[in-house]
């Protein structure tokens, strides 16, 4: 058995052409921007305060909520109720919302998400799609009789 320890050959890490496109792309522009880099230098921007580009991130309308310490599961749970009033407006196909509100179902053992999840499987176009949220329906159902 012959080894070749010197490949003539490049190997690609995918064999999606369009995503071979992509990074050739970005392979590309991020040595058009380095080359630019160089050239300029000599102009320097101004140096912005890392507090007012991280108050130019906040909406105003909304106030950072502050949690005492890092504590996951509280910043999961108002995760949770941000987004269950969003999910309608989402723009998002049937199936991905479905999938929102399985996940919100299980995350929160909120029962009044069973209707919207139900409504949401049932708009799926994809019938195997449809029947495999259809499915989880019943099964989130039978969790919630087991369970009272």
Known sequence: MEIDINPTKK???????????????????????????QEDESAE???????????????TDIQ????PGIDLDM???HALEDLRPLV?????????????????????DDNTLVE???NAAR??????????????IIKEVDYFKSKA
Do not use: M
């Open 88 to 108: 309608e407006k989402l723009t998002v196909s049937n199936e991905e919302k479905f999938d929102i509100y399985l996940l919100l179902l299980r995350s929160s």
């Open 64 to 67: 950072p909520t502050v949690f």
């Open 45 to 59: 921007e101004p140096e912005v305060p890392t507090e007012q580009l991280v108050e130019n991130l906040i909406p």
């Open 11 to 37: 190997q690609t890490v995918s064999d999606d052409p369009e995503l071979a496109k992509v990074l050739a792309g970005v392979n590309n522009a991020a040595i058009n921007d380095d080359t630019q880099f």
């Open 116 to 118: 919207p999840a139900y």
């Open 123 to 136: 708009s799926i176009e994809d019938e195997t799609k449809r029947a495999n949220a259809l499915l989880d």
């Open 75 to 77: 910043i999961k749970n």
